[in-house]
């Protein structure tokens, strides 16, 4: 079972930046996609960014060239490099995992997620 775990959530002001972590346990085979998802009060569950085993990446048009997502794969590390965050960036971050079809930003693809982490932009 593939279990993610998120961490480097916090509350910054507008124009900062963060660095989510997410180290994910259990085997990941060459089907699977992983991605950063982030819930707002209110809102619905929404696909931030995503990538591949072979590095491909998707990104949420609100987030693009403010946002990398990148993966250690020495050690299992999924991480979200978020700059030049706004208000509306403010949510709770969740990695999931799931493997390869449809939509990348389709909820119903993952299988596995994490606890969350809140993340806070102040302006």
């Known amino acids: 079972q593939v279990q993610p775990v998120e961490s480097g959530g916090g509350s910054v002001q507008a124009g900062d930046s963060l660095r989510l972590s997410c180290t994910i346990s259990g085997y990941i085979d060459s089907g699977y996609g992983v991605a950063w998802f982030r819930q707002a009060p209110g809102k619905k569950r929404e696909g931030v960014a995503y990538?591949?085993?072979?590095?491909?990446?998707n990104y949420a048009e609100s987030v693009k060239g403010r946002f990398t997502i990148s993966k250690d794969n020495a050690k299992n590390i999924l991480y979200l490099q978020m700059n030049s965050l706004k208000p509306e960036d403010t949510a709770i971050y969740y990695c999931a995992a799931g493997r390869s079809g449809g939509a990348w930003y389709d909820l119903s693809r993952y299988d596995s997620w994490g606890q969350g982490t809140q993340v806070t932009v102040s302006s």
């Open positions: 990538i591949d085993k072979d590095g491909i990446t």
